[in-house]
Nanobody, 121 residues
Framework: QVQLVESGGGLVQPGGSLRLSCAAS????????MGWYRQAPEKERELVAT???????NYADSVKGRFTISRDNAKNTVSLQMNSLRPEDTAVYYC???????????????WGQGTQVTVSS
């Protein structure tokens, strides 16, 4: 079994910063990609940022220049530094990982339980 546990959400004023973290645990051989998605009320879940095991990153246009994704392959963790937050960044943020539990198993997609980020004055 694999678990993704997020932390770091909360309430912040516009222009402020938050840092989200996610730790993967369990039966893990390699995590090919890790990332963050978000879902605002009455909207579909959308990609925020992803990072591969080699360090290649991809960002949604709406967060480029404000958010930075990073990972620690040795600790199986991924973080999202969010700066210059805006009210439209308010959403539940989900950690995501595409990983293999062994060299004999295919890649599966896993999700964390989500953490609320609210940007409001």
């Amino acid at each position: 079994q694999v678990q993704l546990v997020e932390s770091g959400g909360g309430l912040v004023q516009p222009g402020g910063s938050l840092r989200l973290s996610c730790a993967a645990s369990g039966s893990i051989w390699i995590i090919n990609r890790m990332g963050w998605y978000r879902q605002a009320p009455e909207k579909e879940r959308e990609l925020v940022a992803t990072i591969t095991v080699g360090g290649s990153t991809n960002y949604a246009d709406s967060v480029k220049g404000r958010f930075t994704i990073s990972r620690d392959n040795a600790k199986n963790t991924v973080s999202l530094q969010m700066n210059s937050l805006r009210p439209e960044d308010t959403a539940v943020y989900y950690c995501n990982a595409g990983l293999r539990s062994s060299q004999y198993t295919p890649e599966y997609n896993y999700w964390g339980q989500g953490t609320q980020v609210t940007v409001s004055s």
